[in-house]
């Protein structure tokens, strides 16, 4: 059986963009598989296509779940990727969105079938989406970095070119596979806060979006996301102000967010030790609200 299996083919797709996010590694608080869930619940994107997850995934990393169907019948749920169209009369193009979870196995087949589907599709660009975690305060507008296949699509981002070397996942192979098949492509990544990691970042969703839509010019209406982005601020910050130890490790932070062209002050901590009392405490506190 072929690894893609399409549910239909989609017809008259307009200079579509193809934009991706894979839960897991690349996806620190989950803010890049958000993003592109909110633009395909916000362009009611219909699902055409996915890849089977035999070939490309280690059941026992990411295992299948058991469900009950709407006849209360038992059914699997296998990890997998979904592929699919999202039509933007109003945009001078449509998107095609994949999302799911990063495969365990066989990067490079794995891509390779994507850039197939974004030639088949005549897809004009692919943009990857990833999240990573840093030491950067959540009182500051969220850090972003990016990598483009040419000058120009990085110009657009308004973003100079990361200089990070060292181990990546499935958006870095990907984006490296666009690439090398023509395929113009951008890779734009959001600094999720250390100390807060397990929550979800609605704010780090936000301001992937946002480089989207100046990327590909498709918006969507964002008002429920930013004032989920407003709420998550203002429930961190309640947090932070609850723990003296927190709150000056969070100063510190803000104070080199605010140095500009200084690095980080010698005397801000990795933030490992503070990160695991704080997810602790949000998790005690999560427990007293409800």
């Not at 990691?197 to 936000?206: E, G, I």
């Amino acid at each position: 059986m072929q690894p893609l299996i399409w549910d239909r083919r989609p017809d008259g797709l307009r200079a579509p963009a193809m934009i991706c996010a894979f839960q897991g590694w690349n996806d620190a608080g989950d803010a890049a598989s958000s993003a592109v869930s909110f633009l395909s619940s916000s362009l009611n994107a219909r699902r055409f296509a996915r890849i089977d997850s035999e070939e490309f995934y280690d059941f026992q990393s990411n295992r299948p779940c058991i469900r009950f169907d709407e006849n209360e019948r038992r059914e699997i749920s296998w990890p997998t990727v979904e592929i699919f169209e999202a039509l933007a009369p109003r945009a001078p193009r449509d998107l095609v969105l994949v999302q799911g979870v990063e495969p365990s196995m066989r990067w490079r087949a794995f891509c390779a079938h994507i850039v197939d589907l974004a030639e088949a599709l005549g897809v004009q660009a692919v943009v990857s989406l990833g999240a990573l975690l840093g030491d950067v305060p959540h009182t500051r507008p969220v850090a972003m970095s990016g990598h483009a296949s040419d000058a120009a699509m990085l110009e657009r981002l308004g973003l100079s070119a990361s200089a990070y070397e060292g181990p990546t996942g499935i958006v870095g192979v990907l984006h490296t596979a666009c690439a090398d098949a023509g395929l113009p492509a951008a890779s734009l990544w959001a600094a999720v806060p250390h100390y807060v990691a397990a929550a979800t970042n609605p704010k780090a969703a936000l301001a992937l979006l946002r480089k989207v839509e100046g990327l590909v010019g498709v918006s969507v209406d964002v008002s429920e996301l930013e004032s989920a982005a407003a709420d998550y601020e203002r429930q961190v910050g309640l947090a932070v102000q609850s723990d003296p130890d927190i709150l000056a490790f969070v100063e510190r932070l803000e104070q080199a967010a605010d140095s500009e062209g200084q690095g980080s002050p010698q005397d801000v901590p990795s933030g490992d030790m503070i990160a695991r009392e704080f997810q602790r405490f949000l998790r005690q506190r999560g427990r007293e609200g409800k």
